[in-house]
C-alpha cells in the first residue's frame, strides 16, 4: 500500500457511512469484480479485530463523481483514512491482511 494521498479529507456525507473512531478502510468496489469480494472478506475481518476501525464499500459504478474526484481507476481500490477522514494510504487490488494492518499502523 502506497503513501499517496489525492483529495481532500472524506466525511459520513460523502462516503455515506460513518467514519471509524480511529480510522476507516474505504473500498471501491464493482459488481463483476471477483477480487472484490475478497477484498471485502479480508477487510471486513480487520475491522473486526481492531477496535476503532470501519470498513465502508462503495459501489464504483453508482459512485461515479467521487471516483474521479479520488482518481479511482481500478477496483477493488482501498484507501486507509485517519480518524480525520485524510488518506494516509491507498492500493489497488487484493490486499493482504498484513498489508491492512500495517497502514493502519500509519492511520493511527
Known sequence: MDGQTRGGP?????I???LGERATLVQFSSAFCQPCRATRRT???VARMVDGVAHVEIDAEAHLTLVRELEISRTPTVLVLDAAGRIVRRAVGQPRTADVVAAL???M
Open 105 to 107: 499502523g500509519h492511520a
Open 10 to 14: 472524506l466525511d459520513a456525507a460523502r
Open 43 to 45: 477487510l471486513a475481518e
Open 16 to 18: 455515506g457511512a460513518e
